[in-house]
Structures are given as structure tokens and as C-alpha cells.
């Protein structure tokens, strides 16, 4: 079955500085990998997706880059704002299994003022 | 539009009972997925319905159950409650079934099992 791994487990960066955060995934067929972001005492929250057929998407501050031959993806946080401190969890699906995300352990940044 | 509700939101039981979580999904949603988080596992996935249908089933016993009603509505069950049942249960919902749906999160229930 599919598996994703995610990297750091943990990340401090300073107000303004990038973050940046990976996952890999072994399952080829995986075609839609989301990222969210949890705050303590709520549920996940999509902040960006992306699809098998694109290899990079932007949204603001946050962009995500989709490499299909290395089976993995990056999300991109750039000038970081203390309110970003929360956990980011990777996720992957693939036709047949949508409702079935597959996740990552969870990265939790800390943005210092 | 109202996002993701969930009841109830905190919940203590004894080993041995059974709990009945809920969840209600987005307006227009009809596919419901449900989720355990717990720190050492993270997020693992339980069950997904759609027109009242299970289509996919994670690698959870059978003491785990779930059902979907004709307004989208779901419900999952466990009895027979161990320790290692504590956790956070989410729902999450979707518009369809189809590959590639966006999945929105709802607060989860936290269940505590003494």
C-alpha cells in the first residue's frame, strides 16, 4: 500500500524566512497530494493542493512543487508569520481510494518573532 | 456555508462500552471519510461513504463501524472501547466520490477511554 514520509518532524525558523517541508510517497499511482495545517484543538485545515498533472502551484505565500519521477513533493512557506506555527501534515490519494488519504507524521514549525 | 460539525466534541467512557460519534458534512457534500489521530499512529483512515455506500475500508477492526444516512449524515461506532481507542476522531467530507476531490476537515471528537 502507499506510504508517506515526511520531513523535518520539527522546524524553527525566524519571522520572514522560508520554510520548507518534504514528503515522499511510494505508491506511483497516487495522482493528488493536499497539505494542511492543524492548530491545536482543530481539525486539519487544506491550505494547498496539487495534482498529478501539474508540477508546481502557487498561492501567495504558499507554493507546492510535485516531482512524479522522484515521488515526492515539497510545500514552500515564504516569509513566515508566527501565526503560520502550526502542525503541516502531507498527504496522497490515487483514483479508486480518494476518500483514503494516506499522511505524513506531521511537521510542526515554529515561526519566532 | 457552515463547515464540517461534529458531535460530540469530548467524550469520556470506560473499557468495554461503546460510543456513537457523529458527523454532519458540508452542505451539498456527499461523501464522508472518518479518521483516528493519535501521536504515535498520526492520522489513519477508518472508513469512507457516499450514497450511503462504504467504499473503502481502512486496516481497523471490526469493532469499528460506520454508516451513512440519505441526508449524507454519517455516524461511526465502536464497541467494545480499549485504552488504545483514545484518540481524536475526524470527519471529513467531500463533493463526490471522484478522484482528486478536495477533503474538508471537521473539529474532531475527542474520545478518552478510562
Known amino acids: 500500500g502507499e506510504n508517506v514520509e515526511q520531513h523535518p518532524s520539527t522546524l524553527s525558523v525566524q519571522e520572514g524566512d522560508s520554510a520548507v517541508i518534504k514528503c515522499t510517497y511510494s505508491?506511483?499511482?497516487?495522482?493528488?497530494f493536499p497539505w494542511y495545517k492543524q492548530e491545536l484543538g482543530k481539525g486539519p485545515q487544506l491550505i494547498i493542493d496539487?495534482?498529478?498533472?501539474?508540477g508546481e502551484k502557487k498561492d501567495q505565500r504558499i507554493a507546492v512543487t510535485l516531482n512524479k519521477t522522484a515521488k515526492h513533493f515539497s510545500l514552500h512557506i515564504t516569509e513566515t508569520q508566527p501565526e503560520d506555527s502550526a502542525v503541516y501534515f502531507c498527504?496522497?490519494?490515487?483514483?479508486?481510494?480518494?476518500?483514503?488519504?494516506?499522511f505524513g507524521k506531521g511537521t510542526k514549525l515554529s515561526v519566532k518573532p | 456555508k457552515a463547515g464540517v460539525t461534529q458531535t460530540p466534541r469530548y467524550l469520556i467512557k470506560t473499557r468495554g462500552q461503546q460510543v456513537t460519534l457523529s458527523c454532519s458534512p458540508i452542505?451539498?457534500?456527499?461523501?464522508v471519510s472518518w479518521y483516528q489521530q493519535t501521536p504515535g499512529q498520526g492520522l489513519q483512515f477508518l472508513f469512507e461513504?457516499?450514497?450511503?455506500?462504504?467504499?473503502n475500508k481502512g486496516n481497523f477492526p471490526g469493532r469499528f463501524s460506520g454508516r451513512q444516512f440519505s441526508n449524507s449524515r454519517s455516524e461511526m461506532n465502536v464497541s467494545t472501547l480499549e485504552l488504545g481507542d483514545s484518540a481524536l476522531y475526524l470527519c471529513?467530507?467531500?463533493?463526490?466520490?471522484?478522484?482528486?476531490?478536495?477533503?474538508?476537515f471537521g473539529p474532531g471528537t475527542r474520545l478518552l477511554v478510562l
Open positions: 498527504a496522497a490519494s490515487k483514483v479508486g481510494s480518494q476518500g483514503n488519504l494516506i
Open positions: 452542505s451539498g457534500h456527499r461523501s
Open positions: 505508491d506511483s499511482a497516487s495522482n493528488y
Open positions: 461513504y457516499f450514497s450511503e455506500t462504504q467504499r
Open positions: 496539487i495534482r498529478s498533472n501539474v
Open positions: 471529513a467530507s467531500s463533493r463526490t466520490e471522484r478522484s482528486k476531490e478536495t477533503q474538508y
